[in-house]
T-cell receptor, first 114, second 114 residues
């Protein structure tokens, strides 16, 4: 199995701009979750996509949106960037089990908003 | 709502000494519990998970954790620390149903002294 990949690795934007982050799931995984990890904090759940539909959302405003494609890769879009959006963005490719869904994390995209 | 508290944002031990990282959780339903490790500039790697009746869970790299329902705790231990264990450690909890989103603690930075 290939691992979870994310692109780009690093990104610098200015306040008010829009950004798109990408995630390629592991083969056979039809679910992906996105997390935001601010500096010195634990990751926070943004949302999850299952078979191209949103399947759960955390406490993030609507300017955070996502897409999942038929090949199960995913995008995270953030509009009207704010300074507080500076963080490491992690995606997790999820292997659905009978009870427990195992989450495999990518290396993350480091977003800096100036 | 679920939550996780990690006691001690920074733990320092000598090489060869016992590692003990503390985690307490709050959940209204029987949870799944996890420990993840994060090395600098990397994503999250699963160390171990509690998803069944076995309360003592063994993970990778010699780590183990014990689920204690009466204490709502899931502390992580390793008998003998190695220099390569220096990293950030996150405890997380999730529901057993639905999106099974992970709720993370703030993290504990483990430093190993030679």
């Amino acid at each position: 199995e290939t691992g979870v990949t994310q692109s780009p690795t690093h990104l610098i934007k200015t306040r008010g701009q829009q950004v798109t982050l990408r995630c390629s799931s592991q083969s056979g995984h039809n679910t992906v979750s996105w997390y935001q990890q601010a500096l010195g904090q634990g990751p926070q759940f943004i949302f999850q996509y299952y078979r191209e539909e949103e399947n759960g959302r955390g406490n993030f405003p609507p300017r955070f949106s996502g897409l999942q494609f038929p090949n199960y890769s995913s995008e995270l879009n953030v509009n009207a960037l704010e300074l507080d959006d500076s963080a490491l963005y992690l995606c997790a490719s999820i292997k659905t089990g009978r009870s427990y869904n195992e989450q495999f994390f990518g290396p993350g995209t480091r977003l800096t908003v100036l | 709502a679920q939550s996780v508290t990690q006691l001690g944002s920074h733990v320092s031990v000598s090489e060869g000494a016992l590692v003990l990282l503390r985690c307490n959780y709050s959940s209204s339903v029987p949870p799944y519990l996890f420990w993840y490790v994060q090395y600098p500039n990397q994503g999250l790697q699963l160390l171990l998970k509690y998803t069944s009746a076995a309360t003592l869970v063994k993970g990778i790299n010699g780590f183990e954790a014990e689920f204690k329902k009466s204490e709502t705790s899931f502390h992580l231990t390793k008998p003998s620390a190695h220099m390569s264990d220096a990293a950030e450690y996150f405890c997380a909890v999730s529901d057993r149903e639905g999106a099974q989103k992970l709720v993370f603690g703030q993290g504990t930075r483990l430093t190993i002294n030679p």
